[in-house]
C-alpha cells in the first residue's frame, strides 16, 4: 500500500485530498501543527503534529523515509502572528526539495495567478515555492486551483456566502473583478490522478472551470443557490471602503483572526481569480465543472443559510462585547464613587465597597481587552458569563432594589450574558 503524506491535512482542501487518496488505497498520514483541529477533522487519522516552518533537512529526511507521495496543501493568507508567508511558502519547501528522493512523488497545490511580480506577497511567496519544487531532484506536478467551493465554508468563500445571505439587500463589490471556480472534489480528484502517475512529472497547471464571471454576478447566484430571495436594493460599496476595511483587518489580524477581509484577500478579488484549464487537459486531465454545476452538487440547507446569515453577527457581537466591558469598567474607575453609592447602604463595609469597584472595574477592562485576543475570546466570553453571575448575585444580595429600578441596570445585564454565550459558542477553538 502506497504511502501518502499530506501537509495541512486538516484543512479544506488538504482533508479533501485526503478523504480521495484513502479512498484509492492510499495509507494516508496527515502533517499539521495543530492537535485540536486534527482531531476535530479527522480523529482516526494517522497523524504527525509539526510546525513546518521550522522544520530543517534533517527532520525532512526523517519524515519523507517510506512516503511515495507528499501532497502539499499547506498554506496561509497573510503575515501575522501565527504565519510566516515566506517560511511557510517558500523556504518550508526549499529543505524538503533539497532531500527528497528521486522516487517521491511532490504534488505542490498553489494557486491561480501566482506570479513572481505578482501585486501581493501570498503571489510571490507561492511563485517562489513552485520554483523550489520545480527544481527537486523528484518527480512533481503544480496545481494552480482558482476560487475553491466546498460545502464546508471557509475563508474567501465564506466571505461570499456570508455577503450573498445579507438581509434585504446585495452589496455590489469590485464589478471589474473577473472570477472563476472550481469543485474541492474536482481538485482533489486532480490530486489523485498526479498522485497515481496519470500527469506526467513537470506538469504546472491550473485547476479551474472554463468560465469566468464578474463578483457582483458569482455574488448573486450564489444567493439564489442558497434560496434567499433577490433582493431589490444593490448597495454599490466604493473601493475607498473596502480599503479601510483591510486596514481595520489587519490590525485585527495582529490580534490572532484570520479575516478573508484583510488586505492581502482583497487584493487577490481586486486582480480577479482566473486561469487556464488548458494545459490541464493537454496533460490528461479532466475539465472541472462549471459553477453551476458545482452549486448544484451542493445542496444548500438551512445551516448553510443560518450560517451565512450570521457570518458577520458574530464579528459583531464580539466587537459590542468588548465596547460594553471596556465601558464599564472605564467608567467605574472614572467615577467610583458613584458606582459605590449603589452599595453603600451600611451593609458592608466602605473599604469593601471600593474595593469591589475599583477591582470590578479592573476585572471588566481585563475582558474586554481579552475578547479581542483570538487565543483568549472564548475563556473571554465565559469570564463575562462569569462576572455578570457574580455582579447578579451581589446585586441581588446587597441591592435588591436595582432589579425593580426603571432604568434596569441588572435586567440589561442577562441579554450581555447571552451575547457572551453566543461568542463562546461561536468561535472554534484554536
Not at 466587537?319 to 453609592?341: D, K, M, T, Y
Amino acid at each position: 500500500m502506497p504511502t501518502a503524506l499530506v501537509l495541512g491535512g486538516y484543512g479544506l482542501i488538504g482533508s479533501a485530498c485526503c478523504r480521495v487518496l484513502s479512498g484509492a488505497g492510499f495509507r494516508v498520514v496527515g502533517l499539521g501543527r495543530s492537535r485540536l483541529a486534527a482531531m476535530a477533522t479527522a480523529p482516526d487519522r494517522e497523524w504527525i503534529f509539526e510546525d513546518i516552518s521550522t522544520l530543517d533537512e534533517t527532520a525532512w529526511k526523517r519524515l519523507l523515509n517510506g512516503v511515495d507521495v507528499l501532497v502539499n496543501a499547506a498554506g496561509a493568507l497573510q503575515d501575522g502572528p501565527m504565519d510566516d508567508l515566506d517560511a511557510i511558502h517558500a523556504t518550508m519547501l526549499a529543505r524538503l526539495c533539497a532531500v527528497a528522493p528521486p522516487e517521491l512523488r511532490l504534488i505542490q497545490i498553489s494557486a491561480a495567478g501566482v506570479s513572481p511580480e505578482a501585486s501581493t506577497e501570498f503571489f510571490r511567496s507561492k511563485a517562489r515555492g513552485d520554483a523550489h519544487v520545480a527544481s527537486a531532484p523528484c518527480g512533481w506536478v503544480i496545481l494552480r486551483p482558482s476560487l475553491v467551493l466546498a460545502s464546508e465554508a471557509y475563508g474567501g468563500t465564506a466571505l461570499l456566502r456570508g455577503a450573498a445571505a445579507m438581509p434585504g439587500l446585495l452589496p455590489v463589490v469590485l464589478p471589474d473583478s473577473l472570477v472563476q471556480t472550481v469543485h474541492i472534489e474536482d481538485l482533489a480528484g486532480a490530486v489523485l490522478a498526479a498522485a497515481r502517475g496519470e500527469i506526467a512529472s513537470g506538469t504546472i497547471a491550473d485547476i479551474t472551470e472554463k468560465e469566468a464571471r464578474p463578483l457582483p454576478e458569482l455574488i448573486r447566484k450564489i444567493r439564489r443557490w442558497q434560496g434567499i430571495a433577490q433582493p431589490r436594493l444593490r448597495l454599490r460599496v466604493p473601493d475607498a471602503i473596502l480599503t479601510l476595511t483591510g486596514f481595520g483587518a489587519d490590525i485585527v489580524g495582529r490580534l490572532g483572526w484570520r479575516s478573508p477581509l484583510r488586505s492581502t484577500a482583497l487584493d487577490v478579488l481586486r486582480d480577479g481569480v482566473h486561469g487556464d484549464p488548458g494545459p490541464w487537459i493537454a496533460a490528461g486531465g479532466t475539465l472541472p465543472r462549471g459553477l453551476e454545476a458545482t452549486l448544484a452538487a451542493l445542496p444548500a440547507t438551512r445551516q448553510e443559510r443560518l450560517y451565512a446569515r450570521l457570518y458577520f453577527a458574530l464579528p459583531l457581537a464580539i466587537a459590542l462585547l468588548s465596547i460594553f466591558w471596556l465601558a464599564s469598567g472605564l467608567v467605574a474607575l472614572a467615577q467610583p464613587a458613584a458606582a459605590a453609592s449603589v452599595l453603600a447602604d451600611g451593609v458592608l463595609p466602605a473599604w469593601a465597597v471600593g474595593a469591589m469597584v475599583i477591582g470590578g472595574g479592573l476585572a471588566d477592562i481585563a475582558l474586554g481587552v481579552a475578547v479581542l485576543w483570538r487565543p483568549w475570546c472564548r475563556r473571554a466570553a465565559l469570564g463575562m458569563v462569569a462576572v455578570s453571575g457574580a455582579y447578579l448575585a451581589g446585586g441581588t444580595l446587597f441591592a435588591l432594589e436595582l432589579w425593580i429600578d426603571p432604568l434596569g441596570p441588572l435586567v440589561k445585564v442577562l441579554p450581555s450574558m447571552a451575547l457572551a454565550l453566543i461568542v463562546w459558542l461561536g468561535v472554534e477553538d484554536l
